[in-house]
């Protein structure tokens, strides 16, 4: 959130995104591998437990650590590896089946 303007942060829009002036870095040090690491992040970062420059979040995930009801998933998520990757794997087969045209899904 480091220096958008203030426009941006109350009307985010695709504009605002791809014209922010900073960087944001990756959460993972391994991007390529599914993991809860980016719920980890979150729940250190409303704790202040993260270093300045270590991730940066727009404010759709910051949304999802400070709203108490998708705080829960967030913590869930963070603290059970498994539980994510259970939800995540039913999620993605949804979005496929909905959508693949052809009989090779997977």
Known sequence: LTDMPKDCL?????????????????????????????FETLLRWN??????????????????????????????YANDEQLFFSRFRRGYQKIVESTATSTWRY
């Open 47 to 76: 704790n202040r437990e993260i270093k300045y420059g270590e991730a940066l979040f727009i404010p759709t995930d910051v949304a999802m650590v400070v709203d108490e009801g998708l705080q829960k998933y967030v913590t869930e």
């Open 10 to 38: 109350r009307n985010l829009t695709r504009t605002c995104l791809e014209n922010a002036p900073v960087l944001t870095p990756f959460i993972s040090k391994d991007p390529d591998t599914l993991s809860n690491k980016y």
